[in-house]
């Protein structure tokens, strides 16, 4: 994690950090906060629960039900956090239930950080916080059954949700102790920090794979997810956007032919003070069938405003200009001095590197239901970013902030696009101008066509070797748009290395990669064109979900023209060195692992045929993720590409559910497969072109290679692995296709047609 954003996002949680509070009173999902007019505490909802922490409540009845602060989206994320918790507390599976947390000022303290799942963060910096959670939830429970029993608590067994004293043969289950009223105990920050936690040989619950929580109310329909949202008195509304995708506003509507759609109510054009929408209009109708009907009929005028002739070649022109002038940018990495390095350089290598818009395209559409009950202001939607997400509504609605209550939903699908809050506006200010709830859904043109897609990028990469063939020096531009600075939060940017002001690191990070090279530069160029144009978000991998495909494309083109194996030559890169140390010696051993499971170099492939390489520290150096693939292609004469296998190796530190590490990962890989070959957004006009999934085009199921996994579990801090496998799959597939036909590739998506062109070259 960039060490600059410890305000909004802290290594831990505030379970390290807050007095531990045991025997409190509130349960359940809080949906309401103290200290505001109309809204109820839930301090009241259940007073005979035990609450050792915010994050979790053991009922009368035994059961404990984990408090889930981030996103679930289909990785499990819930169950993991119960589970985590449920290792130190001493719980029987089957007692352990899930829910998800609001906005509740309880579960995001402004000091302690926001409410935001994304960059692979969850487990890696909850893994610590959840189990001194549950180890004091252990230790409180065993202070009121020794109480109880009238025996030490130091000759007490805690195991399967009961508390047993061996010598007397007494014990008293979880739900006994809490209905004794014994538990009592509670600690302070530094008390919390000073419990000694389980080490790896003695885990019974991490490492299992366990049934996951959420599975069953998924499956049986209970699961409500935002779509399933229903109010009484509930109208629907329908968005109608312009054909510029940022930029535009409502010259006038004319609704007179919605006039006459059944259960019309109005047409509602939005005044977004939040600069999220620009020139949207939504309809208002008593059903969602006659909403859509209704915005259709409308007819609306636009001014295109100033992005209204951009297209992708002028983003990409704008993004060649910006990279050639010296001053342009700030330097994220700025080692030695790569323009000497340069100049006595036995070999230098130059390459241009591109990737084009991608859409993020969750299968649930985009969807907001808002309610007003007083001066509240309620928000039903399910969404990565809490903190942020109330703070767009409250800016939608006129409120503030505290006044804004977000219930929060399981997400059909998320990858970074619910980061961002566009689909609560037009339900904030149409449910404000009819006077009753209103639920929004996108339509798949809707939310394709308005995406915080991921940014058009452009990437030159400069190296130098010596006469050994030794790497000497390397520069890197990455040009693009800066999606985090959009959000307007100066603690999620970081100092440049040259003082020149701020940096958006999460259009860099990967570029300061593991390998050593004395004179190394990095430089983050914002292309404020593609900025304004293209409102640009985060997308499942980020950053290096670009750089990596500059960086692991150049290593191999670095190994070819001095002649050398490119996995041998990453593994000379990786010696440890200086600020390197550690890391590498992990990035290494992923890599020996892919190449070892693919049988890498072991065997002559048929002509047509290659194995390429990568390996990457994704997501930010600080919380690397340590992952190596090796990409077996096949490549036809008309430059087509079949990926025949990826052959995936993650060390993972330590392993909470393996099946779903598995299941990430491999997920993960088909996701850069998808990104590498088949997905690709063009704007024309100011607008994207792609509209649905006949012109946007994902990866098939028929085109699904054989994907190996192969997970290292060393018991070292937890890692994240939702991404990281998305990052390293399109450079070794580059990588894959030149072995096997002589083309290099640098743009993604890889083509056909630019597979052909390179042979020929």
Not at 199 to 217: A, K, R
Not at 342 to 368: D, Q, R
Not at 658 to 663: G, L, Q, S
């Amino acid at each position: 994690m960039n060490k600059h954003i410890k305000n909004v996002m802290p290594e831990t949680t505030d379970l390290s950090r807050r007095s531990f509070l045991v025997g409190t009173a509130a349960t359940g999902l809080v949906l309401g906060y103290a200290g505001v007019p109309g809204i109820e505490s839930a301090s009241a909802a259940a007073p005979a629960s035990f609450e050792p922490s915010v994050w979790y409540a053991i009922s009368p009845d035994g059961l404990v039900t984990v408090t889930c602060g981030k996103a679930d989206m289909g990785q499990h994320i819930a169950s993991t956090m119960a589970q985590i918790v449920c290792e130190e507390l001493g719980a029987k599976w089957s007692d352990m239930r899930v829910q998800l947390a609001s906005n509740d000022p309880k579960f995001n303290d402004p000091v302690l950080g926001a409410q935001i799942t994304g960059g692979s963060w969850s487990t890696m910096m909850n893994f610590d916080a959840m189990s001194r959670a549950g180890a004091a939830g252990r230790m409180a429970l065993t202070e009121g059954a020794a109480a109880s029993m009238g025996v030490p608590a130091s000759e007490l067994v805690v195991r399967d949700s009961v508390i047993s004293h061996p010598k007397s043969k007494k014990q008293m289950s979880f739900a006994d102790v809490v209905k004794s009223g014994k538990a009592t105990k509670t600690f302070t920050p530094d008390e919390l920090k000073a419990i000694k936690l389980k080490s790896p040989d003695q885990y019974t619950m991490i490492g299992v794979s366990v049934p996951q929580l959420d599975i069953p109310s998924k499956t049986n329909g209970t699961a409500k997810y935002g779509i399933d949202v229903m109010l009484p008195g509930m109208a629907y509304g329908a968005i109608v956007t312009p054909p510029v995708r940022f930029g535009a506003t409502v010259k006038s509507v004319d609704d007179s032919a919605a006039k006459k759609v059944p259960g019309f109510i109005k047409a509602v054009t939005l005044d977004d003070k939040t600069q999220t929408t620009s020139g949207w209009v939504v309809a208002v109708a008593s059903t969602y069938a006659n909403a859509k009907k209704a915005a259709q009929a409308l007819k609306i005028a636009y001014d295109g405003g100033p992005n209204a002739k951009v297209s992708s070649q002028s983003l990409l022109d704008e993004a060649k200009r910006l990279q050639k002038l010296e001053d342009s940018g700030q330097f994220f990495v700025k080692d030695g001095d790569p323009a000497a390095a340069f100049g006595s350089a036995a070999k230098v290598v130059e390459a241009e590197y591109t990737t084009s818009i991608n859409i993020h395209a969750p299968m649930e559409p985009m969807n907001a239901t808002a309610e007003f009950k007083g001066d509240i202001l309620h928000i039903y939607s399910g969404n990565q970013f809490a903190t942020r997400s109330g703070a767009i509504a409250a800016g939608a609605a006129g409120i503030d902030p505290k006044f804004v209550v977000m219930h929060q939903m399981w997400l059909g699908g998320g990858f970074g696009r619910r980061l961002d809050a566009d689909m609560m506006i037009p339900a904030v200010q149409a449910a404000k101008a009819v006077g009753k709830p209103v639920k929004v859904i996108y339509t798949r043109e809707n939310d394709m066509t308005m995406d915080f897609s991921r940014p058009l990028t452009y990437q030159k990469v400069k190296a130098g070797v010596d006469g050994d063939g030794k790497l000497t020096a390397l520069s890197h531009d990455v040009v693009s748009a800066w999606p985090t600075a959009r959000w307007g939060i100066p603690d999620f940017l970081t100092p440049s290395v040259d003082k020149k002001g701020p940096l958006d690191s999460f259009t860099v990070n990967g570029a300061d990669f593991f390998y050593t090279v004395p004179n190394h530069y990095v430089r983050a160029i914002k292309n404020e064109l593609a900025h304004n144009a293209t409102p640009s978000g985060q997308l499942r991998s980020v950053a290096p979900g670009w750089t990596f495909w500059a960086v692991e494309s150049m290593i191999d083109e670095i190994a070819a023209a001095t002649g050398k194996d490119p996995a041998q030559f990453r593994i000379s890169l990786l010696d440890g060195a200086g600020k390197n140390d550690g890391g590498a010696q992990r990035l290494r051993n992923t890599l020996l692992a892919a190449m070892g499971l693919a049988g890498y170099g072991s065997r002559k492939l048929p002509k047509g045929e290659g194995m390429g390489v990568a390996c990457v520290s994704s997501q930010e150096r600080a919380s690397a993720s340590w992952t190596a693939c090796v990409a077996h292609v096949a490549v036809a004469p008309s430059g087509e590409v079949t990926v025949k296998k990826l052959t995936v190796a993650t060390d993972v530190g330590t392993q909470v559910h393996p099946d779903n590490i598995r299941a990430q990962v491999e997920g993960a890989a088909l996701w850069g497969l998808s990104l590498a070959l088949y997905e690709k957004a063009t704007l024309k006009d100011g607008g994207i072109e792609q509209t649905n999934f006949d012109s946007y085009t994902p990866l098939r199921m028929s085109q699904v290679p054989e994907v190996a996994v192969t997970v290292i579990a060393n018991g070292e801090k937890a890692t994240g692995v939702g991404e990281p496998a998305v990052t390293v799959v399109a450079p070794a597939i580059g990588n894959a296709i030149f072995n096997a036909s002589g083309a290099r590739v640098r743009a993604l998506p890889i083509t056909a047609e630019a597979v052909k062109g390179a042979m020929k070259a």
